[in-house]
Each structure stands twice: as structure tokens, then as C-alpha cells.
């Protein structure tokens, strides 16, 4: 196994846990009720799945899916859950708190020119700790929240990007992968925190967790790698059927038009329309959205309608020409490729008595 995909595999997982585990603390801060703590045991499986990549696939990806990213889903969606249904009002700002931590500091500087040698060492990185966590502490919960959906998305684009790759994905691959993540986690954060943040969506419990759980269906998307991979296909009968022949061609395309449709924006212009129609609820930012929603469907349709007739295009050269091939984007090899049924004509053919030419006297001399 080699060293660095070794020390991306562990430093990666790492940085999931270590990320979960400070939304289940903020869970427990914010609940003051211990027994959040183990949303923690969560992070168990992690673990579990680190040591069977590292045994059977020495540390390297899957193909088309990716448990790691699969499993710090798990482990982090609980805590914003929670976070976001506990939302509080607490001021953000204000100038007490600030107060507070600056005298935190002055009582933090004080210790430290009183410490000396082995102890006082060892009471400056205690003391450090202490108002490290403080400050955090005095953070609000508001900013908190919207801090763990940021570092949550980051985690998953920066973290999918430190997992080593498998063989079926290639480097370029990745990039493209990365790069449609970014957008994605970009428009899924901007749903979250612009529709969660009206007053009037606060204030309706069942409301905010219809929110939250188009929230978490569309981040679904992320352990899945088949935006960027095409579907092999494999010479049998079936293969050769309509829609198999168009999945094996577009896998990639179809499959990122059926992610927006149904994952992303399909979702989001759904969730919209019910705030703007159902609750009356208008804004400049909500109307915007809605139209950028609308607008990326219609592309999509019409994406998927070009696909269409285009294969439709492909289907009937090829049947003009004759060619007979398991997918249309494959070259067709008239000489090692023969069809049951061309070989069944041709041993008929051998097999069927050919009738003799009569032969011509042959004159004497």
C-alpha cells in the first residue's frame, strides 16, 4: 500500500469525524442535555468502514459510490437537524460578549507571565484550551449553524477530493466531478439558509421539516460518482433493446439530468412554489430563485429532447447501413462480430444439397 493514499485515506476520515464530533457537541451545548453525546457513536461506523477500505481495497475508492462520504452523511445530518429545528434568537453582535472575551484574554495574558518552567507550560496550553473554547462558546447559535453547513460542504467537495480514486475513475474525471460539487454545494447552502432564515418559515414546525428533508435528499448526490462515468455495455439480448442502448450511450448526461429533476432543482422550485402560492410568503432573493429553478428545469427538458433525437438520428443510420452493434457509440466489426441468427443461415447453408450443373460432353479429337 502506498504511503500518500494511506495518509489521505486517514487524514480525510479524520477530518469527518473531528467535524461531526463538534456538531454533536454544539447539539449537546445548545440541548444542555448529555445523552446527545451519543450521536457520536454515529461516527463508529466511519471507523468500521476505514478498516475494511484499508483491508480489501488498500485504501483506495469504489466505483460509482463512495461509503466514506456516504457515512459522514450520517454522521453530520443528525446534528444539523437538530441545530436547525433548536434555532434560537439570540442576538449575534452584541457588544457584552465581546466584552466578555476580551476580558478573557486579559486573565488569559495574566496567567501566562505568571507561569514558569515544566508547570507553567503545561498551565499555558491548559489556560490556551480554556479561552479557546470560551470564545467559542460565546459564539451564537445562529452563526454556529450556519458556520457547520458551510464547513459541512467543504468537507465534501475538499474531502472527496483527498479520498484516493480507484481504478475505474480517472483524474480528469475527478476534476469534472469536483467541479459540478462545488456549484451543487453552492446552491443547495444558498436553499437551506435562505428559506430557513424567513420569519414567517420559523415559526411552522411542519414547514421547516419538509425544509430539512429536501435539504438532506439532495445531498444524496455526493457519495455518487456517476455524473462523470458511462455505463459499460455488455453484448447479450437485452442490451440491445431501445432503452438500454440510450442508457449505455448517455449514462453520464441522463444521469445528470435526472439529478436536477429530481434531486436539486426539481425539489427546490417545488418547495418555492408552496412557499409563494400555499403560505404567501414573497421576497426579492425567494422570487429569483423560483425563476433560476424554472429556467434550469426547462434546460434540462430540453437538454433531454435533444439526447433523444439525436440517438433517435444514430438508430437510423446505423439500421440503413446494416450494422448491428451492442451499443451505437461502439464501432461495428463486420468481421469478428456475427449474430445468432447470421450463424444459423450460414451452417443452413452449408448444410443444404447444392444441385449439380449438368456437364457438357467434351468433344474427341
Known sequence: MELMVLLNA?????????????GVWRVTAVKKEPKYWLLALLN????????????FKQGRGYKWFSPAIFLYLICTVPSLWLLEIHHGTQYCGNEPGAVQVNVSNQDFNQSRDSSHGSEGIDH????TAKVFVNQLSRICETVWTLALHQTFLLLLVVGRWLLPIGAEITRDQLSQLLLMFVGTAADILEFASETLDIED?????ALINAILAVWTWSMLQFPLDLAVQHIGCKPTASSRRIPSLLLCRYSAELWNIGVSLFIQDGPFFIVRSILMGHFRI?????VFFTAKNILVVTLQLYRLAVISLDFRATILQKSRKGEVSCCPCEPYEASTHVTADQDTKLKDFVAFPQKEEPQTPSEDP
Open 10 to 22: 486517514l487524514v480525510t476520515r479524520l477530518l469527518f469525524v473531528l467535524h461531526s464530533l463538534i
Open 44 to 55: 463508529l461506523l466511519l471507523c468500521l468502514e476505514t478498516g475494511l477500505t484499508l483491508k
Open 124 to 127: 499555558h496550553i491548559i489556560q
Open 201 to 205: 418559515v420559523r415559526k411552522n414546525y
Open 282 to 286: 414573497f421576497n426579492q432573493m425567494l
